[in-house]
């Protein structure tokens, strides 16, 4: 292939590229990945040293926080807000009134720009400005110094272009912006059950509860799954609470929690001198709860004996107490649930499988709580009040810091290791006095350090053993993430595609580490 042909392949590649690229952002909701893979989208392009982009939502006051939002790319915290203050005066400002695009290879020395303070006081060399949108613009980007910007008109026509093509985008993300802000997916469904206590509004929140409205009126068998913590009794009592059976009693047994020999008797109950304990009738939870509802909870735990009258009860409506001949007549309805593969079980012959078909007549999956990691700020500040309350605490609130830590942990334990972790944060907060629950609170175990000096002692390579196990989970968590944006060159979307990953966690993780692209290489 001659010269001329592979310049042109080259051009073809990169646009390709760009459009690529474009159609991944058009796919982003969120703002703040939505600024960070645009302005990285337009650095990488121009091979511009510094950049900034702006959104601006007109459907705000120009003077309310949820107007305006920013990124910058190699700029110190003091450049930033010297940056921000050209969007008032100087070349952006100049940009924003016209419309159009600027560019100029020294802007020190353009009689156009030398005469502002703001231009010759910073030293401005090569500059690319551009809007986003056409009048009245929906925002800017601003790109300054390297070798392509000074040197080609045709770097900052890409630039236009590019600013142009994203103005759509930005409506769009802006618009669901808005939406988020003022949509509650869970609102509809709550207005047809009763939910006192459930907190959230989530998407996987909503789905689990439209899933409580189907089921409620219905008396079918239901297996609830999903991770210890997720809430399978507060959901099961969600199914009771609206169902016909409301009225009636609503029992719940957790098999594990008794010894083989007692399960049988606890379960159906016993005739007096059924075993050394009865002398005297013993109900069984399957008649304490007769009209209403019944919770075998961690049912796979369930003797095989058992199982198989917990199968003939399911079978028939009968039972044996313990002892007894005669059988007894049961109305309830039957809610198993387990954190356990019941599969499994069943191939190892630990659970019967008819009794496994029996029960799965209506499987139902609880979330975890990475899952609907947008529910546990509502979810902290609920524990945190509770948990004052309770204990007879001044009431004390949690600091965005360790909010920020809250959304990226890893909560094998869910919904239940949260709720114990902020109580036991707002106890150690009270105790000290403070009317906020610090980082420290919440994780006492990082011995002190807070989560940037966690991320500045990972930068600077410090070996030392881990206090703990959730310290030594979090140190590989900054590793990994900073050795991957390292490798991917700050490119948020790779690395959450590399780390599997939603987008919007890898900036929570981001902003909990304290990470930014200005460090990454030393």
Known sequence: MNRAGSDELTRVRRERDLYLRLLELGRETAIEPFLQEAL????????AQQGYIELVDRAHPTDSPEALWFRAH???TAEIEQVRALVSRGIIAEVLMSGRAVLTPAAMLDPRFNQRASV??????????APIGTHPTCGVVYLQGGDALAASEDCCQAVETVARLLAPLAERVLQSCRGAKGSDPTATIREKLKLPGVIGRSQALARILQQAHMVAPLDVTLLLTGETGTGKSQFARIVHDNSPRAKAPFIELNCAALPDTLVESELFGAVPGAHSTANRPIPGKVAAAEGGTLLLDEVGDLPLAAQGKLLH?????????LGSSRPQRADVRLIAATNVDLRSAVTERRFREDLFYRLEVMPIRLPSLKERREDIPELAAYFCSEACARHHLSEVRLSSQALNA???????GNVRQLAHMIEAGAIRAASDGSATVEFSHVFPETAGADAGTLA???RQGDGSAAGSFHQATRRFQAQLLRRTLLETGWNVTEAARRLDLARSHVHRLIRLF????NDLGQ
């Open 406 to 412: 809250l959304e990226a942990a890893p909560w094998p």
């Open 313 to 321: 009860l399911l079978q028939t409506r009968e039972y044996f107490p």
């Open 120 to 129: 010759s006081s910073a030293q401005i060399g090569a500059v690319c400005c």
């Open 514 to 517: 304290g990470l930014s692209d």
């Open 40 to 47: 990285l989208l337009l650095v990488e392009m121009t091979g």
């Open 74 to 76: 190699g700029f110190s």
């Open 456 to 458: 500045i002692t990972e």
